[in-house]
């Protein structure tokens, strides 16, 4: 919503910005080539000429068109990529009816696959709790619980709960950075036109969308670590 909305507010002023822009390059290009002490051939101008030209009418073109064609061609299959190395890592499985097609829908995917693992160690300690309480309990009492199993359950139980408090504070960051790099598509499609701004800004947008992908599949990979190692601790 933030992509479309910053896209419908932004491409005519974008649009508007490249012509002015690509105007004064050609100002100064030409009055640079007029100046010039040495003698240059005037095919290298009509040259650099067109090749500018060229990559203004293609982002003329992007800007004009429908932003989810943008998205689907260039952002999706990068983002889509590695929420499902995220998804693979913490179910162990491509993903069940196959990899859903929206980053959107991934994002989701991948949230749910990892609170799945934290639910199953709060399973596991209850478990544990249970067996504490009614099985192992001393002399078949309930109120004086087997300590071991005890404290097994206790400890499943607060890791779960940090987990659960944890992950999504540390989610927040990703989602703000991918929110703030959709809502810049505009500029950085913009900002393409010239070597000067697409050095300056294209690479600070796409490194946004970047760092928001490697938080979740390392943020992934982190929890699928700690909930092993927790779900092995009860047979250690």
Same mark, same amino acid.
């Given at each position: 919503?933030?992509?479309?909305?910053?896209?419908?507010?932004?491409?005519?002023?974008?649009? !508007?910005?490249?012509?002015?822009?690509?105007?004064?390059? /050609? *100002?100064? !290009?030409?009055?640079?080539?007029?100046?010039?002490?040495? %003698?240059?051939?005037?095919?290298?101008? %009509?040259?650099?000429?067109? @090749?500018?030209?060229?990559? #203004?009418?293609? #982002?003329?073109?992007?800007?004009?068109?429908?932003?989810?064609?943008?998205?689907?061609?260039?952002? !999706?299959?990068?983002? @889509?990529?590695?929420?499902?190395?995220?998804? &693979? #890592?913490?179910?162990? =499985?491509?993903?069940?009816?196959?990899?859903?097609?929206?980053?959107? @829908? @991934?994002?989701?995917?991948?949230?749910?696959?990892? =609170?799945?693992?934290?639910?199953?160690?709060?399973?596991?300690?209850?478990?544990?709790?249970? %067996?504490?309480?009614?099985?192992?309990?001393?002399?078949?009492?309930?109120?004086?619980?087997? +300590?071991?199993?005890?404290? #097994?359950? +206790?400890?499943?139980?607060?890791?779960?709960? /940090? &987990?659960?408090?944890?992950?999504?504070?540390?989610?927040?960051?990703?989602?703000?950075?991918?929110? +703030?790099?959709? *809502?810049?598509?505009? %500029?950085?499609?913009?900002?393409?036109?010239?070597?000067?701004?697409?050095?300056?800004?294209?690479?600070?947008?796409?490194?946004? $969308?970047?760092?928001?992908?490697?938080? $979740?599949?390392?943020?992934?990979?982190?929890?699928?670590?700690?909930?092993?190692?927790?779900?092995?601790?009860?047979? /250690?």
């Amino acid at each position: 919503s933030i992509a479309k909305a910053s896209y419908t507010s932004l491409a005519g002023a974008m649009v !508007t910005l490249v012509i002015i822009g690509m105007a004064l390059w /050609l *100002a100064m !290009t030409i009055l640079k080539f007029i100046s010039a002490f040495d %003698v240059k051939e005037p095919r290298i101008l %009509v040259k650099t000429i067109f @090749n500018q030209a060229f990559v #203004v009418f293609v #982002v003329v073109v992007i800007l004009r068109s429908d932003i989810q064609e943008f998205i689907d061609l260039i952002v !999706t299959p990068v983002f @889509n990529t590695g929420m499902a190395l995220a998804q &693979l #890592v913490t179910s162990g =499985q491509t993903g069940h009816g196959g990899i859903p097609s929206s980053i959107g @829908n @991934n994002i989701l995917c991948t949230i749910q696959s990892i =609170q799945g693992k934290i639910l199953d160690i709060m399973t596991l300690g209850s478990t544990s709790l249970c %067996v504490a309480f009614f099985k192992e309990s001393y002399w078949k009492l309930w109120f004086l619980p087997h +300590v071991g199993y005890l404290l #097994v359950g +206790v400890i499943l139980w607060l890791s779960a709960f /940090l &987990l659960m408090v944890i992950y999504p504070w540390l989610l927040i960051d990703s989602i703000l950075q991918l929110s +703030v790099a959709s *809502a810049l598509i505009p %500029v950085a499609i913009a900002a393409y036109a010239f070597p000067i701004t697409r050095k300056k800004y294209v690479t600070k947008v796409w490194e946004t $969308f970047m760092t928001a992908m490697f938080t $979740f599949l390392f943020l992934s990979i982190v929890i699928f670590i700690i909930t092993t190692g927790i779900e092995l601790t009860p047979s /250690l």
